[in-house]
């Protein structure tokens, strides 16, 4: 069974950090590419961040770039998402799934966590 988990989220003051991380099982970690997505309240869901290990290739939404790095441990099956200078526009529940690289079916997601930055 595919299992994304992800942990991290919390409630941040404007300008803190957090790390975000999506543990995965079922299927063989180093052939996805997994990424990061975002849903805020009313808004349509979006991507963050991807990272695919097989051709070293990042995607990095425009509004979180220089901020956010996605990265992963293949011996631990985890991606991570390191957040800084968090802004009250990055409040949303961030998702993980597999596979984000688009040259496969975007299918696993993660059931997510949310994340909460106060002004």
């Known amino acids: 069974e595919v299992q994304l988990v992800e942990s991290g989220g919390g409630l941040v003051q404007a300008g803190g950090s957090l790390r975000l991380s999506c543990a995965a099982s079922?299927?063989?970690?180093?052939?996805?590419?997994i990424g990061w997505f975002r849903q805020a309240p009313g808004k349509e869901r979006e991507g963050v961040a991807c990272f695919s290990s097989s051709d070293g290739s990042f995607y990095y939404a425009d509004s979180v770039k220089g901020r956010f790095t996605i990265s992963r441990e293949n011996a631990k099956n985890t991606v991570y998402l390191q957040m800084n200078r968090l802004k009250p526009e990055d409040t949303a529940v961030y998702y993980c799934a597999a596979d984000c690289s688009g040259y496969a079916p975007l299918e696993w997601w993660g059931e997510g966590t949310s994340v909460t930055v106060s002004s």
């Open positions: 079922g299927f063989t970690f180093d052939d996805y590419a």
